[in-house]
């Protein structure tokens, strides 16, 4: 079993900042990216951020030169720096990890999210 965890959402005025926090925790053998989603009411869930284990990042269009993905020495976290928030940021922000278990099978875990709320 392989679980995933958010932390760090919360209410931020407009140009604001929030650095999301996910940890993957469990029967795991190695990870091969993580990354973040978020979905807001009434719209379908959407990729924001994704780090590969082979290197290279992916982002959003909509986030690129506000938004930094990175991953921790340990491997098995990744963060979501946010900077100059604006409302339409606002979403139930979702982390994913993709890998092998320690019995060699792969896992896709999502967490259950964390509340990004961007309102004045």
């Known amino acids: 079993q392989v679980q995933v965890v958010e932390s760090g959402g919360g209410l931020v005025q407009p140009g604001g900042s929030l650095e999301l926090s996910c940890v993957a925790s469990?029967?795991?053998?190695?990870?091969?990216?993580m990354g973040w989603y978020r979905q807001a009411p009434g719209k379908e869930r959407e990729l924001v951020a994704r780090?590969?284990?082979?290197?290279?990042?992916n982002y959003a269009d909509s986030v690129k030169g506000r938004f930094t993905i990175s991953r921790g020495r340990a491997m098995n976290t990744v963060y979501l720096r946010m900077n100059t928030l604006k409302p339409e940021d606002t979403a139930l922000y979702y982390c994913?990890?993709?890998?092998?278990?320690?019995?060699?099978?792969?896992?896709?875990?999502w967490g259950q999210g964390t509340q990004v709320t961007v309102s004045s």
């Open positions: 994913n990890a993709q890998g092998y278990g320690s019995n060699v099978r792969t896992f896709d875990t």
């Open positions: 469990g029967s795991i053998f190695s990870i091969n990216d």
């Open positions: 780090m590969y284990n082979i290197g290279g990042t």
